[in-house]
């Protein structure tokens, strides 16, 4: 056949379906377009099953009837764009073509400018027309995350990175129990008959016309892949970039019986006759087979699909180590080659607990052939540091820990992913390896003590001015304490607290940190480059500077961190040019913005007082206590 493509693709006139059930004694085609009535498939080469069928449109709904050697039944196309709302689960047609895209523009910005926000949907954000939080009665949607961009924008971030969005059959999910690979979750999405879709509706083309673009029209958002498409679509147009966290290590749980388990209707009883798995289990679910060049290819053309189709920046892949230890250091190579062949600019992250070199090597080189990989060190280091600083000035603080993490680990800075806080370590029902919120473990007992708000701001302001592409979880900005959840059982008590952003002051503060600090390094070209040394190594008092520059061209800046409750004055302090530096960030005023207390240098200080940790000029600096501060020639460039 002409078209090669597996799914439902609309031309004109109709409908080609495609599908792959190389076991099967047969396969027809069920669907509105036939009054439910079998329409036959011809068997292709290579398992393959398609067909032409003529008067196909958008919106049609279909199931294939799979008739194998094990049993025979329903089965939902392994490639639908979308599962219907409805009882019955239903594939639908949908044409991507159809979506007016706004981002023409945009442009995936370099790895160095990304500052990752990562969020999960169904539980971010969700408020009614008088502005009750409705997380309580109902899964958050794309509509809802929507309304939330213009916060987003104005935090700072550079790129939102979604938990799994890919349907899954469980209520309510963290999203790695994946069974339907090109369809969004129908519950991220509303009816066209709800009014909160009326809402959504509105408040997507008040951000477009606030920015002079055509509003959507009646129509054009009616399902969950278009309401999908205006979410990535309108965060470009905000300047935000988009990655999608994706499951290639394995799927399910519950697969179903109309899934992609078992899809040729194989007999029971060995998963390595499953077709797509084997039966290597991982997290609830089974394995790909990726000794099999189909399951390999289906996994790189869904890769393709969201970049094609839904315009994304790039993937975070989940749990590597797990393809590597399954047999899938081939699959990987295929997939980065081809992602970076289809799209260059795509950032390609892996989580590797392994040889981490290895998988940001390139393939030419023997390696993997990512970009980046999520890098746990500065986590466990900065947290281990602030569960002994718990213990009060006398207490032992391994800093030279935090210091050693602090370094680029695989050449350019941009190779690793820092963060403090993330979707596995802080939600409440993991049973692994669950640590508290920043803001609980640097309080103690009181997360809204002066203790927890300082500790949290030494914390984050490390993890903004420091080597790599940083990542902040949802709720992290706002000093949230609360673990968070996913879960049926634990959700309703570990909601965001949105509502303290009217009413805590503490919240409201570390907000405004925050967002300063990632417009800090978004102006500082320093601090996203690859120019890093600690000059002032840290002893019992708790201090330490680095030094961050552009190779070449020098726009230094200097950042001082001290996690001793006492302040320092006079404290001398390294830099590398004599002269004016201006003081253009200190975390203290922050504390009761603006603290009438606050310590620090006045707004500038001078270098002038002969070489000292082994640079060129030194100054001496007032150091408030838990804090960081940060010194440039220059104010930064506009952006």
Avoid at 56 to 84: L, P, Q
Avoid at 215 to 228: H, W
Avoid at 488 to 502: A, K, S, T
Wanted: with cysteine; hydrophobic share 35%.
């Amino acid at each position: 056949m002409e078209n090669s493509k597996q799914g439902a693709t609309l031309h004109d006139g109709g409908a080609t379906f495609r599908t792959w059930a190389p076991a099967a004694q047969n396969v027809v085609l069920r669907g509105t377009f036939s009054s439910w009535n079998d329409i036959q498939l011809d068997r292709i080469e290579d398992g393959y099953w398609a067909k032409f069928v003529p008067g196909v449109r958008d919106g049609d709904e279909y199931k294939f009837m799979v008739t194998g050697t094990g049993s025979s039944g329903f089965k939902h196309d392994s490639h639908a764009r979308s599962i219907d709302r409805g009882g019955a689960r239903n594939c639908s047609v949908t044409n991507p073509s159809s979506f007016p895209w706004h981002d023409k523009g945009w442009r995936t910005p370099p790895y160095e400018h990304f500052i990752i926000y990562q969020l999960h949907v169904g539980a971010f954000f969700a408020t009614d027309d008088d502005g009750q939080d409705v997380r309580t009665v109902r899964v958050a949607t794309f509509l809802d995350v929507i309304e939330k961009i213009p916060y987003l924008a104005d935090l700072g971030i550079t790129a939102v990175q979604l938990l799994p969005i890919q349907e899954f059959r469980t209520s309510r999910s963290l999203g790695y129990n994946g069974t339907n690979y090109f369809a969004p979750e129908v519950d991220y999405s509303f009816s066209p008959g709800d009014a909160s879709f009326v809402r959504g509706f509105n408040a997507a083309n008040k951000l477009l016309t606030d920015r002079g673009f055509a509003p959507y029209e009646a129509g054009q958002l009616n399902c969950q892949t278009k309401q999908l498409m205006a979410l990535i679509d309108l965060l470009h147009v905000h300047g935000i970039s988009v990655l999608f966290d994706v499951v290639y290590n394995h799927a399910g749980g519950d697969f179903g019986d109309e899934g992609i388990y078992f899809y040729d209707r194989q007999p029971f009883g060995d998963h390595n006759r499953s077709l797509y798995f084997t039966d290597r289990e991982w997290a609830g679910g089974l394995g790909f087979a990726y000794w099999n060049d189909v399951v390999r290819q289906f996994l790189i053309d869904n890769a393709r699909f969201f970049i094609d189709e839904y315009h994304v920046d790039g993937f975070r892949y989940d749990e590597v180590t797990v393809i590597d230890h399954f047999g899938g250091w081939r699959f990987l190579r295929d997939l980065t080659d081809t992602v970076r062949y289809h799209k260059p600019d795509a950032l390609q992250i892996a989580e590797y607990w392994a040889d981490q070199s290895a998988v940001v090597r390139s393939t030419e080189h023997g390696g993997a052939g990512f970009d980046s990989v999520v890098d746990s060190g500065l986590r466990g280091a900065v947290r281990n540091a602030l569960k002994q600083a718990a213990g009060g000035n006398d207490a032992y603080v391994d800093l030279n820990a935090v210091v050693n993490e602090l370094y680029p680990k695989h050449g350019e800075a941009w190779r690793h992913v820092p963060h403090l806080e993330n979707h596995d370590i802080v939600r409440v029902n993991n049973t692994n390896d669950r640590d508290p919120r920043i803001a609980a473990l640097a309080g103690g007992e009181n997360a809204r003590s002066w203790y927890a708000r300082s500790r949290s701001r030494w914390a984050t302001g490390l993890l903004l001015t420091s080597p790599g592409i940083p990542m902040l979880f949802m709720g992290q900005e706002m000093l949230e304490d609360k673990y968070w959840s996913d879960s049926p059982d634990h959700y309703l008590e570990f909601l965001i607290y949105w509502q303290g952003l009217e009413r805590d002051k503490a919240m409201q503060d570390q907000l405004r940190f925050v967002r300063e600090l990632c417009w800090l390094r978004r102006r500082h070209p320093a601090l996203r480059s690859n120019g890093f040394d600690v000059h002032h190594r840290p002893d019992s008092n708790r201090v330490f500077a680095f030094h961050r520059w552009v190779e070449g061209v020098g726009r230094n800046v200097v950042v001082v961190a001290n996690l001793n409750e006492s302040s320092f004055s006079s404290y001398q302090i390294g830099f590398p040019l004599d002269g004016n530096w201006i003081e253009v960030l200190n975390s203290d005023i922050y504390d009761h913005w603006v603290n009438p207390n606050s310590i620090g240098n006045g707004g500038s200080i001078v270098a002038n007082s002969g070489p000292f940790d082994g640079l060129s000029a030194s100054a001496h600096i007032t150091i408030p206590g838990n804090s960081i501060l940060a010194f440039s020639r220059d104010r930064g460039d506009q952006v």
